[in-house]
């Protein structure tokens, strides 16, 4: 879901055109997470099973759990995850859940979408996966799921939360624009004909910029659904419209809790103009780290995978925790 002209507000900097796949077959095929994680596995929490991508499971180095968007999935972080664990930090875990509601995850109140319970289905994920962790935890999020991860450090609930990473969210812009996301759900095509016409949508419209990333997640965001006339036809996995009286919690105070959550922090943008005030003035004290990338759209994740990669890096080794050995005296010289 491209949310570059209604979740925020649009910027003046031109956006390059998308690829074009009109005639080439091929880059429309879906493309298997297997070529991008390790894993995939199915996480209880609660009433909930959690479709969890992840690599590096058995590695000691830090775990960067990754949270997609409203609309999105564990995959838009796809070819973040084959970046980061096959380059310099290649002894690290690299986890990319499907929130409730999204891609393969399945269980009960599944509409049920308010900021507390993704939190609590977050913290649920990782507590589950790492018992009593020590590592480096860097939590990253992009749109809704940066607000989630946000409340999620906020809350203390994880130990060792050494990072925490958003991803083109600012409360303000969000806030001004949440009035004209029905007008913008509701003009996006209802269904498409296969997976390939999915993946070209994306793709011309400029809500994906990057191919390959867009034949790896836009087959999770749609699910078969028979035509009255039976033929085939893909419609939307997640229904937005419906989670319209939750959007409010999402982002109200966002700017706060990520500028008060007690860990360093790393905001990833396409422009300066979606710099809320409180954002605007906490950069300039220093509390928090600003990366820009402009020749991205709102998916920044997706259409520039190894700069976002690469950035999250090297925020953690910027910031991870050093075990300084405690000298013990020798009694020999005592």
């Given at each position: 879901?491209?949310?570059?002209?209604?979740i925020?507000?649009?910027?003046n900097?031109?956006?390059?055109?998308p690829?074009?796949t009109?005639?080439d077959?091929?880059q429309?095929?879906?493309?298997?997470?297997?070529?991008?994680?390790?894993?995939?596995?199915?996480?209880?929490v609660?009433?909930?099973t959690?479709?969890?991508?992840?690599?590096g499971?058995?590695?000691?180095?830090?775990?960067?759990?990754?949270?997609?968007?409203?609309?999105?999935?564990?995959?838009?972080?796809?070819?973040?995850?084959?970046?980061?664990?096959?380059?310099?930090?290649?002894?690290?875990?690299?986890?990319?859940?499907?929130?409730?509601?999204?891609?393969?995850?399945?269980?009960?109140?599944?509409?049920?979408?308010?900021?507390?319970?993704?939190?609590?289905?977050?913290?649920?994920?990782?507590?589950?996966?790492?018992?009593?962790?020590?590592?480096?935890?860097?939590?990253?999020?992009?749109?809704?799921?940066?607000?989630?991860?946000?409340?999620a450090?906020?809350?203390?609930?994880?130990?060792?939360v050494?990072?925490l990473?958003l991803?083109?969210?600012v409360?303000?812009?969000?806030?001004?624009?949440l009035?004209?996301?029905?007008?913008?759900?509701?003009?996006?095509?209802?269904?498409?004909?296969?997976?390939?016409?999915?993946?070209?949508?994306?793709?011309?419209?400029?809500?994906?910029?990057?191919?390959?990333?867009?034949?790896?997640?836009?087959?999770?965001?749609?699910?078969?659904?028979?035509?009255?006339?039976?033929?085939p036809?893909w419609?939307?996995?997640?229904?937005?419209?419906p989670?319209?009286?939750?959007?409010?919690?999402?982002y109200?105070?966002?700017?706060?809790?990520?500028?008060?959550?007690?860990?360093?922090?790393?905001?990833?943008?396409?422009?300066t103009?979606?710099?809320?005030?409180?954002?605007?003035?906490?950069?300039m004290?220093?509390?928090?780290?600003?990366?820009?990338?402009p020749?991205?759209?709102?998916?920044?994740?997706?259409?520039l995978?190894?700069?976002?990669?690469?950035?999250?890096?090297?925020f953690?080794?910027?910031?991870?925790?050093?075990n300084?050995?405690?000298?013990?005296?020798?009694?020999?010289?005592?």
């Amino acid at each position: 879901m491209d949310f570059r002209q209604h979740i925020f507000k649009a910027h003046n900097i031109p956006l390059p055109p998308p690829e074009s796949t009109a005639d080439d077959t091929e880059q429309l095929t879906p493309l298997k997470w297997s070529g991008y994680f390790e894993s995939q596995q199915a996480i209880a929490v609660g009433d909930t099973t959690f479709n969890v991508y992840s690599s590096g499971l058995s590695n000691t180095g830090p775990i960067f759990v990754l949270h997609h968007g409203a609309g999105h999935s564990g995959l838009t972080f796809g070819l973040v995850a084959r970046h980061i664990v096959t380059g310099s930090a290649s002894n690290c875990t690299v986890v990319a859940p499907d929130a409730r509601d999204h891609g393969s995850t399945t269980g009960a109140n599944q509409h049920h979408l308010s900021l507390e319970r993704l939190v609590d289905d977050f913290v649920g994920i990782i507590q589950t996966m790492f018992p009593n962790n020590t590592r480096d935890l860097v939590l990253v999020g992009h749109s809704m799921g940066g607000a989630v991860v946000a409340h999620a450090a906020a809350s203390k609930r994880l130990g060792n939360v050494t990072g925490l990473i958003l991803i083109d969210i600012v409360e303000g812009s969000a806030m001004d624009s949440l009035s004209s996301i029905p007008a913008f759900i509701n003009a996006r095509p209802k269904s498409f004909t296969s997976l390939k016409s999915a993946i070209k949508w994306h793709i011309e419209s400029g809500a994906i910029q990057n191919t390959e990333s867009a034949q790896l997640s836009v087959p999770t965001l749609v699910v078969p659904a028979a035509k009255y006339d039976g033929s085939p036809s893909w419609t939307w996995r997640t229904q937005l419209l419906p989670t319209e009286e939750y959007w409010h919690g999402w982002y109200s105070g966002l700017s706060k809790t990520f500028v008060s959550a007690p860990t360093a922090k790393l905001l990833v943008l396409a422009g300066t103009d979606r710099l809320d005030k409180e954002l605007l003035i906490a950069q300039m004290q220093g509390k928090f780290q600003l990366e820009l990338l402009p020749a991205a759209g709102h998916t920044i994740q997706e259409d520039l995978p190894n700069r976002v990669g690469d950035a999250i890096v090297s925020f953690w080794r910027r910031n991870q925790r050093v075990n300084i050995p405690i000298r013990r005296p020798d009694p020999h010289l005592s």
